[in-house]
């Protein structure tokens, strides 16, 4: 016959590991957030940029600088940063001050719920973060458009701009950083942007499969069916980045979801 013996230091442990887990699930889904937010950015930004290049061509033919320009919308993409970010402490801030005073206590112990200095300057350096990050490399786009795109419309394929996949990197390595940072392990940060990396190519697959598949329905002599599938081949079209964006939110709320049961069991075991 077996005997266990269980004291109250094992409980203790017991307990603190259950807190980690469930701080490391927070971890996660902040991540999924900041991920997430992160691309939305980059889509509207680069949608932007594109609405903006006679803008932009007139600004150049009247002196101004690229780097001026990139200053310019730049500080824009940081300012939405900034009021979004304080949106969302005010949110935070009335989802707390709402918690009903019934759950303040556990047990014995009196929990106390509120927001931290920290907390609030954590929350908005991330968000100026993904702003910066995100928004960077669509903006890098400016240097490319040239006055003379009042006169014409340049239909020539751009050069490969080394100055803007060496600014992608840079945003995957802060990308890596963040994510680490948010697990407290490198191993982790990198392993979860591997397979972030991995999933991203995989939807960009499937999304020009479907712009292929599609292809031969534009000769439809049905005209709704006709230009729906012409406007997925469009130029500037963005089919992939909501492919992209739709298949990430969804993949990643399942996992979150499963995540979350499988913690609630074991919690619930124990």
């Not at 991920?35 to 600004?59: D, E, H, N, P, Y």
């Not at 101004?64 to 200053?71: D, H, K, N, P, V």
């Not at 991203?200 to 729906?228: D, E, K, N, Y």
Request: net charge positive; charged share 15%.
């Amino acid at each position: 016959q077996f005997v266990r013996v269980r004291s109250y230091r094992d409980r203790q442990e017991q307990i603190g590991e259950d807190f980690e887990r469930a701080e490391n699930y927070l971890s996660l889904v902040g991540l999924v957030i900041v991920v997430l937010g992160g691309i939305a950015v980059s889509s509207v930004t680069r949608v932007f940029v594109r609405q903006k290049i006679r803008s932009i061509a007139v600004m150049k033919c009247v002196g101004g600088t690229s780097r001026q320009i990139l200053a310019v919308y730049l500080l824009q993409a940081l300012a939405l940063g900034v009021l979004g970010s304080l949106i969302g402490v005010v949110l935070a801030w009335t989802a707390v001050a709402a918690i009903p005073d019934d759950m303040n206590q556990i047990g014995t112990l009196t929990v106390r719920y509120g927001l931290s200095w920290s907390a609030v300057a954590q929350g908005i350096g991330i968000g100026l973060l993904v702003s910066l990050l995100f928004a960077m490399v669509p903006l890098l786009e400016v240097r490319q458009v040239k006055p003379s795109l009042l006169l014409r419309q340049d239909t020539s394929g751009g050069r490969r701009d080394w100055f803007q996949i060496a600014a992608t990197g840079v945003v995957a390595g802060a990308l890596v950083a963040l994510a680490s940072w948010q697990a407290a392990s490198v191993q982790v940060g990198l392993s979860v942007c591997l397979g972030f990396i991995g999933l991203t190519l995989v939807l960009h697959v499937m999304g020009w499969l479907l712009t292929r598949m599609t292809r031969p329905l534009a000769r439809s002599g049905w005209f709704p069916l006709r230009q729906a599938v012409l406007h997925l081949v469009r130029p500037g079209n963005q089919t992939r980045v909501i492919l992209l964006t739709v298949g990430l939110g969804t993949f990643f709320i399942m996992g979150v979801r499963g995540l979350q049961v499988s913690l609630l069991d074991q919690f619930a075991m124990q």
